[in-house]
T-cell receptor, first 111, second 113 residues
C-alpha cells in the first residue's frame, strides 16, 4: 500500500522568511496530493492541492510542486507570518480514495 | 452554511464500555471517513463510506464499526473501549465523483480509562 513520508518533523523560521516542507510517496498510481493545515484544537483544513497532471500550483503565498518521476511533492510558504504557525500534513491518494497522510510538520514562525 | 459537525467534542469512558461518536454533514456529500490522530502517527483511516449502506475498513479498523443509513450521518462505534483507543477522532467528507477534497470536522477527544 501507499506510504507517505514527510520532512522535517519540526521547522522554525523567522517571520518573513520562506518555509519548505517535503513529502515522498511510494505508489506511482497516486494522483491527488492535498496539503492540510491544522491549528491547535481544530480539524485539518485544506490549504492547497495538486493533481498529477500539473507540476506546480500557486495560491498567493502558498505553492506546491510535484515531481512524479521522483515521487515527491513540496509545500512552499513565502513571507511567513505568525498565523502560519501550525501543523501541516501532506497526503496522497488515488482519485480521492484512501488518503494516506504524512506524519505532519510543526511549523513555528518566530516574530 | 453547510458544515460537518462531531459530537461529543470530549468524552471520557471506561474500559469495556460501548461508545458511539457522531458525525453529521450538511453538504450532501457521498463520501464520509473516520480517522484517528495520535502523536507520531498523523491521521490514520479507520472506516469509510462511499454512500448509503456502503462501509469499508481502513488501516486501523479493529475494534471499531460504522453504519451508513442516510447521506448525512456516519456514526463510529467502539464496541468495547480499550485504553489503546484513547485518541482524537476526526470525521471527514468529500463530494466524490472526481471531487476529491476532504473536509474535516472539529474532532472528538476520547479518553478511555
Amino acid at each position: 500500500g501507499e506510504n507517505v513520508e514527510q520532512h522535517p518533523s519540526t521547522l522554525s523560521v523567522q517571520e518573513g522568511d520562506s518555509a519548505v516542507i517535503k513529502c515522498t510517496y511510494s505508489d506511482s498510481a497516486s494522483n491527488y496530493f492535498p496539503w492540510y493545515k491544522q491549528e491547535l484544537g481544530k480539524g485539518p483544513q485544506l490549504i492547497i492541492d495538486i493533481r498529477s497532471n500539473v507540476g506546480e500550483k500557486k495560491d498567493q503565498r502558498i505553492a506546491v510542486t510535484l515531481n512524479k518521476t521522483a515521487k515527491h511533492f513540496s509545500l512552499h510558504i513565502t513571507e511567513t507570518q505568525p498565523e502560519d504557525s501550525a501543523v501541516y500534513f501532506c497526503a496522497a491518494s488515488i482519485y480521492g480514495q484512501n488518503f494516506v497522510f504524512g506524519p505532519g510538520t510543526r511549523l513555528s514562525v518566530l516574530p | 452554511d453547510a458544515e460537518i459537525t462531531q459530537s461529543p467534542r470530549h468524552k471520557i469512558t471506561e474500559t469495556g464500555r460501548q461508545v458511539t461518536l457522531a458525525c453529521h454533514q450538511t453538504w450532501n456529500h457521498n463520501n464520509m471517513f473516520w480517522y484517528r490522530q495520535d502523536l507520531g502517527h498523523g491521521l490514520r483511516l479507520i472506516h469509510y463510506s462511499y454512500g448509503v449502506q456502503d462501509t469499508n475498513k481502513g488501516e486501523v479498523s479493529d475494534g471499531y464499526s460504522v453504519s451508513r443509513s442516510n447521506t448525512e450521518d456516519l456514526p463510529l462505534t467502539l464496541e468495547s473501549a480499550a485504553s489503546s483507543q484513547t485518541s482524537v477522532y476526526f470525521c471527514a467528507s468529500s463530494e466524490g465523483q472526481g471531487r476529491d477534497t476532504q473536509y474535516f470536522g472539529p474532532g472528538t477527544r476520547l479518553t478511555v480509562l
